[in-house]
């Protein structure tokens, strides 16, 4: 599996971008999927997932909620992530990550097994 991360730029506190992952799988609609995020100086931190145990749920870490939505185009094997009111905290290097649906813990780094290789989305206040 191979994901592809793009969409990243410089945009002014308050804006949007919209990321895309490209997944070249045969069934990517199995597949867990996630962002996240490391700023310089720190750890990769979790964003999003959209999970597809139980059915298939979309989860966000506190800061971006509101504000972030992810979204899968099936038909193009595409994971989206809209980030709109955009803030300087922002700004990182963001990931998308896959896994292959499980039950159980979404947001530790180290249960995904693919990973793309970054798009960088700086915010300037």
């Known amino acids: 599996v191979q994901l592809q991360a793009f969409g990243g730029g410089l945009v002014q506190a308050g804006g949007s971008l919209r990321l895309a992952c490209a997944v070249s799988?045969?069934?990517?609609?199995?597949?867990?999927m996630g962002w996240f995020r490391q700023a310089p100086g720190k750890e990769r931190e979790f964003v999003g997932a959209?999970?597809?145990?139980?059915?298939?749920?979309?989860y966000y870490t506190d800061s971006v909620k509101g504000r972030f939505t992810i979204s899968r185009e099936y038909a193009k094997n595409t994971m989206y992530l809209q980030m709109n009111a955009l803030k300087p905290e922002d700004t990182a290097l963001y990931y998308c990550?896959?896994?292959?649906?499980?039950?159980?813990?979404?947001?530790?780094?180290?249960?995904?097994?693919?990973w793309g290789q970054g798009t960088l989305v700086t915010v300037s206040s």
């Open positions: 799988a045969c069934s990517f609609n199995s597949y867990d």
């Open positions: 959209t999970i597809r145990w139980g059915g298939g749920n979309t």
């Open positions: 990550a896959a896994r292959t649906a499980r039950f159980g813990v979404y947001r530790e780094v180290s249960t995904y097994n693919y």
